[in-house]
């Protein structure tokens, strides 16, 4: 799950969504996926299965979207209601999509409104599974499940692992959360041209350079800017890879994420994927220094040891994947400065390599480690800076992006 400031915008603004919910005790989670999407900006449109009614009631529906509610398959103005929504419907979502609904849309059944609905749509298909983990594990659940996927292309968001109902227990079959779904239809929304079946590689978070086994050399990075940055990219149709170090943030959905502790481990993790990236984000906070030895039992203070540590310089993980970068690469790092931010900007774009740079000088008011904000000046390869006012750490991630697709369509184009 990914918190995150929820207010209209790209992809999901203005977008016809139509939400099936279908008769899974996950149904009640359902209103907080149509009240995500209408924040989101998206017009929601609702349809329950009959017994889903039995779990959450149209009214709610309603009340969170602004939108319509529907159970049954009506004629409306001329067009039947389920030619209708599904011909102008941007996208399908069936949050919790049961076995016996999964059954009935690989077999193409159209004996409800939601199955008309999936029938007569051109739109993309997102099903959430949501079911006991003995049932969603049989043969005939994972075979309609294939087709489902394989064949009609639907999207397959989850199922999530973890607590069923009641008496239950634990297993895999439980939906995945609200804002996940979001992100899911986010991306079946906006996946395009010049993301789309790009990958993309980012670092994050702090790096621990440990000194013995209870204490380490460390910093305030919380992980938050490459973490949104990789949200971004995957929103967009990238395949990502997150390199963090420790961060108390939550993998960002569908993205691969790979958590590390030291700088020598970041190096070694993005050195296995940095061969095939496209777009590389080096966003790390990546210690200078480690101590040069690391103990393997806890330094006593009657020792006297602790009081000198010394240092020896750790990797510089930009300058080291250097070699194993992709022709064409677009690469964007970070430059933290307390002064001179410009001219120590335009230098680590140089000595590093980067097309694109973040310059930002941690002492302004709202920006730099630990705070949601951030306030950056952006530099380019061709010299061109651009002052960007404060933002939410989010919201840069979209200004990057949309950046970084500027380069890769003038990369296309040749120029
Ligand atoms: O040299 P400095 O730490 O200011 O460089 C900042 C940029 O270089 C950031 O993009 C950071 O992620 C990257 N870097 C790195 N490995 C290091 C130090 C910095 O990748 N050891």
Redesign the pocket.
């Known amino acids: 799950m990914t918190a995150r400031p929820l207010a209209p915008r790209p992809p999901w603004a203005g977008r016809r969504v139509v939400l099936g919910v279908t008769a899974g005790i996950a149904a009640y989670k359902a209103v907080q996926l149509a009240r995500d999407l209408a924040r989101l900006g998206a017009r929601v449109d609702t349809v329950l299965s009959s017994s889903a009614r039995r779990f959450v009631g149209p009214l709610s529906f309603a009340g969170v979207t602004g939108g319509s509610v529907h159970t049954r398959i009506l004629a409306t103005e001329g067009a039947a209601l389920h030619i209708r929504l599904g011909t102008e419907a941007d996208l399908i979502i069936v949050a919790p999509a049961t076995a016996d609904f999964i059954a009935k849309a690989a077999q193409g059944r159209a004996d409800g409104l939601l199955t008309a609905i999936l029938l007569s749509t051109r739109a993309p298909v997102i099903l959430a599974p949501a079911m006991n983990d003995r049932m969603y594990s049989h043969p005939q659940t994972q075979r309609n499940l294939e087709h489902c996927r394989d064949v009609l292309g639907y999207r397959l968001a989850g199922p999530g692992s973890g607590a069923l109902a009641v008496g239950e227990g634990e297993g895999p079959g439980r939906m995945l959360e609200p804002a996940d779904l979001a992100d899911h239809a986010g991306r079946a929304l906006g996946e395009a041209e010049p993301f789309l079946g790009r990958t993309v590689l980012v670092?994050a978070g702090p790096t621990r350079e440990p000194m013995d086994p209870v204490r380490y050399l460390g910093n305030r990075s919380s992980g938050r800017m490459g973490f949104a940055i990789a949200r971004e990219a995957w929103l967009r149709g990238a395949d990502v890879t997150l390199v963090t170090g420790p961060s108390s943030l939550p993998d960002p959905v569908g993205v691969r994420t790979v958590r590390v502790e030291t700088?020598s481990d970041m190096l070694s993790e993005v050195k296995k994927s940095i061969t095939k990236a496209d777009i590389v984000v080096?966003?790390?906070?990546?210690?200078?220094f480690r101590p040069a030895e690391r103990r393997d039992r806890k330094i006593k203070k009657s020792s006297g040891d602790g009081r000198t540590i010394e240092l020896t310089e750790?990797?510089?993980?930009?300058?080291e994947s250097w070699a194993g970068r992709r022709n064409g690469v677009v690469r964007?790092?970070?430059?933290?400065?307390t002064e001179e931010l410009l001219e120590?900007a335009r230098k680590?774009l140089e000595e590093?390599g980067?097309d694109l740079?973040l310059a930002n000088d941690p002492g302004e008011p709202g920006a730099g480690f630990d705070v949601p904000t951030n306030r950056v000046t952006l530099l380019d390869r061709e010299g061109r800076v651009e002052e960007l006012p404060l933002l939410a750490k989010e919201e840069l991630a979209v200004v990057v992006m949309d950046r970084v697709a500027d380069r890769l369509r003038s990369v296309a184009r040749g120029a």
Do not use: R, S, W
Request: aromatic share 12%.
């Open positions: 670092t700088a080096y966003a790390a906070a990546v210690a200078d750790n990797p510089d993980i930009a300058l964007v790092g970070f430059a933290l400065e120590g680590k590093k980067f740079v």
